[in-house]
C-alpha cells in the first residue's frame, strides 16, 4: 500500500485547508484510515480516525470541533479538512493505514502502532 498525502501548505491563524491522501496498491473500503502529526520536537500524536463503513470517527482532543476526517472510496483516497487553524496546529501531518480487517465496520484505532502504512506527511505551517 501506498499512500500519498498532499494539500499540506502555509496558512494563517483562523484559515483552513484541507489535506488529501490518496492509496494505491490496495483498495480502502475495508479498512480505517488515520491522520497523525509530528510537530518539531515531539511525538508522532493521533489527530483522527474512520472506521471503514465511516460510521464512527474519533478525534483528538485538541482538534475535535475544528478538523473532520472523511473518507471517498471510489477514488480510494481519506481527507481532513482543517478549520480554525492555530499555531500550535504547525506540524507535518501523517495519514496511515490500518491493514486489519475487523469484524465490525464501525471499528477504528487511535493508536499508531496499530497502524502499518503511513503517508510521507504533508507540512502545515500557521503563523499567528
Known amino acids: 500500500v501506498q499512500l500519498q498525502a498532499s494539500g499540506g501548505g502555509l496558512a494563517q491563524a483562523g484559515d483552513s485547508l484541507r489535506l488529501s491522501c490518496a492509496a494505491s496498491?490496495?483498495?480502502?473500503?475495508?479498512?480505517?484510515l488515520g491522520w497523525f502529526r509530528q510537530a518539531p520536537g515531539k511525538e508522532r500524536e493521533f489527530v483522527a480516525a474512520?472506521?471503514?463503513?465511516?460510521?464512527?470517527?474519533s478525534y483528538a482532543g485538541s482538534v475535535k470541533g475544528r478538523f473532520t476526517i472523511s473518507r471517498d472510496n471510489a477514488k480510494n483516497t481519506v481527507f481532513l479538512q482543517m478549520k480554525s487553524l492555530k499555531p500550535e496546529d504547525t506540524a507535518v501531518y501523517y495519514c496511515?493505514?490500518?491493514?486489519?480487517?475487523?469484524?465490525?465496520?464501525?471499528?477504528?484505532?487511535?493508536?499508531?502502532?496499530?497502524?502499518?502504512?503511513w503517508g510521507q506527511g504533508t507540512l502545515v505551517t500557521v503563523s499567528s
Open positions: 496511515a493505514f490500518d491493514p486489519n480487517i475487523y469484524s465490525s465496520p464501525s471499528y477504528l484505532n487511535t493508536l499508531k502502532n496499530k497502524y502499518v502504512y
Open positions: 496498491g490496495r483498495a480502502i473500503s475495508s479498512y480505517a
Open positions: 474512520i472506521s471503514r463503513s465511516a460510521s464512527s470517527t
